[in-house]
C-alpha cells in the first residue's frame, strides 16, 4: 500500500487501556489508477504504529455496512 492516508478520526476503543479506532482515506491503495477507499483500523495499543486489524471499503460500499452495523448495534 503505497497511497497517501488521510486521518479523518480516532476514538478510543472501549475495553482497552490504550487501543485505537482509526478511521482514514487512503488514496491509490493497491497502485496507480487504484480507486480512493476508506479505511478502519483497530489498534489495541495506540502507540503500536500500525493497526493489527484493517479493512478497506470502496465508497460504493460504505452506505450497505453503516446499515449492517446499525442493525448490529440494535442486537447488542
Not at 478520526?9 to 487512503?26: A, R
Not at 493497491?30 to 493497526?51: F, H, M, R, T, W
Request: aromatic share 2%; hydrophobic share 35%.
Amino acid at each position: 500500500m503505497s497511497g497517501k492516508v488521510t486521518t479523518i478520526e480516532e476514538i478510543g476503543l472501549s475495553g482497552t487501556k490504550d487501543g485505537q479506532i482509526s478511521i482514514t482515506i487512503i488514496e491509490q491503495p493497491y497502485g496507480p489508477k487504484s480507486e480512493s477507499v476508506a479505511s478502519i483500523g483497530i489498534s489495541l495499543q495506540s502507540a503500536s504504529g500500525e493497526p493489527d486489524w484493517k479493512v478497506h471499503l470502496p465508497k460504493s460500499n460504505i452506505d450497505a455496512v453503516i446499515a449492517a452495523l446499525q442493525k448490529a448495534k440494535e442486537s447488542l
